[in-house]
């Protein structure tokens, strides 16, 4: 065991040093710093090089953790980066974006034991943004070309890992996708002051650059059928995401001001891109934002870049039973974030036909469910009003309507694509799906894990497809 290791006991956890709230709020940038080198080095050697590594198990990509931060402290930091990127296709930005806190950084050792977790976050961002730097992120390793094609519906993070994974086998891959630019949701749907864009952009032209096709623009189903792309390709993936919102139901919902929240943040991130966009922005607006997850942190976070008057988060539970990250709930606080716990929407009033306020429900909690949250229930007689100009629905997302795609395809009752659960296969033979449109909206590692773990049963299939081809 090397000496650098193991030093959690005199050295505390610390993240990047974060830029004051009140001039962040002014602007999308990146709210945290970069470490410097000597920092990275010390946060790394806090790991316990444990024998069982519970931030490997944790971790949906099962990343080799503890070898990288020991690496990391050794000041081999090429070595470092190389075994991080082993396991993963972006591990920048899941070092941006990943909910450590819920995954590897939540489940590590020293932070059971009250020390403080490593900081894997930090340090793996530190890592790749070096690795960029420094030029240690090569071109693709096309081993060798083959003739058979891949089609890839989706261009966010399952879609571009399995292309990367399928094109470094040498298959010809051509990723569609309706949108002007590729990266799905690390694009569209998280804001700029968590991910800025050019850190998609370079993984995207790195893609391209190794050979890789990009058709935008494109929605399967409409400008190209299903079944042309079945002649097309010896192969499709769907890694479509999910993108249908769940809206409110109550009386008054279809007020002017009352929107979903992807829409409202994909017209944010094109303005950062220089696009014009028509949908109003939150400045000089009362904003309610009712949803408890990421994506709400999200949308409360922009508003206030956006200049609201005011920015209101209802959700129906409490803190401790809030979806989303911790980290991202302590910078909305931080930025001026007024949260309404135990709150839930009863009906929209509106002037003119405008969204003027919001009918609240005081909650309170009951008895913990099969998964643990605990269950909740109105109070009577406390109702009150919330000022609103702005109302933004972050109540999660749901699929579209795939049979519109291809009505063979067998769904869940959820209407998420069946798929096999380690080949990915659904339904129609040679075509395979993975991410969001299999397992319902969830975390982009979960997403890049299963792209890459359909690649591998696509890249069997296409193997078996040759030869066959090759014994007629």
Request: with cysteine.
């Amino acid at each position: 065991m090397t000496n650098k290791m193991l030093k959690f006991v005199d050295i505390d956890a610390k993240m990047p040093d974060k830029r004051e709230a009140d001039k962040r709020r002014t602007d999308f940038s990146e709210i945290y710093g970069e470490f410097l080198k000597e920092k990275a080095n010390e946060q790394a050697s806090r790991c316990s090089q444990c024998g069982v590594p519970f931030c490997i198990s944790a971790c949906p990509l099962q990343n080799n953790i503890p070898d990288w931060l020991m690496l990391t402290a050794e000041g081999e930091l090429e070595s470092a980066y190389n075994t991080s990127a082993a396991t993963n296709n972006m591990p920048e930005i899941c070092g941006r974006i990943c909910p450590q806190d819920r995954l590897c950084e939540g489940s590590c050792v020293i932070e059971q034991s009250g020390h403080g977790t490593v900081t894997i976050g930090a340090v793996e961002k530190y890592l790749t943004d070096t690795a960029w730097e420094e030029g240690w992120v090569k071109p693709l390793n096309v081993l060798e070309e083959r003739a058979l094609s891949v089609g890839i519906i989706g261009a966010g993070p399952a879609g571009l890992a399995a292309a990367e994974m399928l094109r470094e086998q040498g298959w010809q891959v051509t990723i569609y996708d309706r949108h002007d630019r590729a990266g799905g949701l690390l694009v569209y749907g998280i804001p700029n002051f968590k991910l800025e864009k050019t850190i998609v952009e370079r993984r995207v032209k790195r893609l391209e650059d190794g050979g890789i096709t990009f058709v935008l623009n494109t929605d399967i189903g409409k400008d190209i059928s299903f079944a042309d792309l079945q002649t097309k390709h010896q192969a499709i993936l769907l890694s479509t995401g999910v993108y249908n919102a769940r809206n409110l139901a109550i009386p008054g919902c279809g007020a002017d001001g009352v929107i979903e929240a992807l829409p409202y943040l994909i017209a944010s991130n094109k303005r950062g891109l220089g696009d014009t966009v028509k949908m109003e922005t939150a400045k000089d607006k009362h904003v309610v934002v009712i949803g408890g997850g990421d994506t709400a942190m999200d949308c409360v976070r922009t508003a206030i870049r956006e200049g609201a008057k005011s920015v209101s988060c209802m959700y129906r539970r409490d803190e401790t039973n809030m979806p989303g990250s911790v980290r991202e709930t302590k910078n909305a606080k931080e930025e001026g974030v007024h949260f309404e716990w135990l709150a839930a929407p009863k009906s929209i009033h509106d002037k003119n036909g405008k969204v003027s306020a919001v009918r609240t429900a005081r909650m309170r909690l009951g008895q913990r469910d099969a998964s643990g949250r605990q269950s909740f229930s109105t109070v009577e007689g406390a109702d009150f009003d919330m000022q609103a100009d702005l109302v933004i629905q972050a109540l999660g997302f749901t699929p579209e309507d795939m049979h519109i795609l291809a009505p063979e395809l067998t769904l869940t009752r959820w209407k998420t694509v069946k798929a096999h659960p380690t080949r990915f296969e659904t339904s129609i033979e040679g075509v395979y799906a993975a991410g969001d449109i299999v397992r319902g909206a969830s975390l982009v590692v979960w997403a890049i894990k299963e792209g890459r773990d359909a690649a591998m049963a696509m890249h069997k299939y296409l193997s078996a497809q040759v030869l066959t081809l090759a014994a007629e």
